[in-house]
């Protein structure tokens, strides 16, 4: 574990307006390490972006104090913390005409001196960021021109370019598919051990950030929150706090939430990394109990039921 570079000490945050002080989260404490990439996890509306302001030193909270490298982030004037805290936020106003390679430049604005003149240094910087996140071949497309993917690399190479010890990105990998979700996430993560940088990433991806996170820091209503290698919150079951209600269970054996399934009474035997499958679809068709035991086999697949053999589990379940 490295240095941590922010700190979060029984922070309470929220919004004010006139007196009136509406408090969202409180009693937090936290630390975002270097060389590592922590999730925020937590359901809609409980706080994360609040929480990511009063990181950023946008919003004050109502008591304790977030440090960033050792000094109160109301210390740092914006001049500073732009050299320090790099961010990229959900939907950012974006000029279509401007070409990616310009809008990575602009990621040298707080380094530049007031001519703007980029210097050797800022262009060495500038194809650095563009090549750590792939997309040199990009540097002269239109910003309108380009898909969601390539437009959230392009935005986490104008962040790289700003050069910051600290990389904040709320909801990254909103609005793109599941490729691109993972790779995103993956490249985070590179740049997080390759450069040494502290990155918070807000998501709501689980999977995905069990798959790629250092940490997780887990946010529910009315609870501390919660801050811990996700393995470890995995066995001890508080990654459940994610999941409200009773419906759903996080499985530990398969790394994913499901539904919970009441007392299943039929009895599956054959390859592992199939019962499950079969299983799982029997649930979906609101098959709950069978009399008799199902066997399956591999290469090929057959579902063996009642002295009937099924090559697919659609036949299986249209002949129940
Ligand atoms: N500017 C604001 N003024 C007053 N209340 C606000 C403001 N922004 C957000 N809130 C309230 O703060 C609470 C937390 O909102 P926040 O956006 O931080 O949640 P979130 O966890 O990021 O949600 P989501 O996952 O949906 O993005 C909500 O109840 C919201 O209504």
Redesign the pocket.
Known sequence: MGKASIIGKDLTIG?SKGKVQ?E?LSGLDFELFEREMCCLL?P???????LVKAVLGQLKPFTGEVLLRGKPISSYSSEMLAKELSVVLTEPFLPGNMTVGQLVAMGRIPHTSWTGKLEETDREVIQNALSATKIEYLRDERLSEISDGQRQKALIARALAQDGKVMVLDEPTAHLDLVNRYEIMHLLREISKSQGKSILVVTHDLEIALETADRFWLLNCGTPLISGLPEDLVITGQINQLLPGENFRFSVEKGRIESKIGSLKFDVSGPGEYTAWVSKALEKAGIKELPEPIEVSKDPFLVNYAGKEFLSLEDFILAL
């Open positions: 919004y509406k969202i937590g809609n509306g409980v706080g994360k972006s609040t």
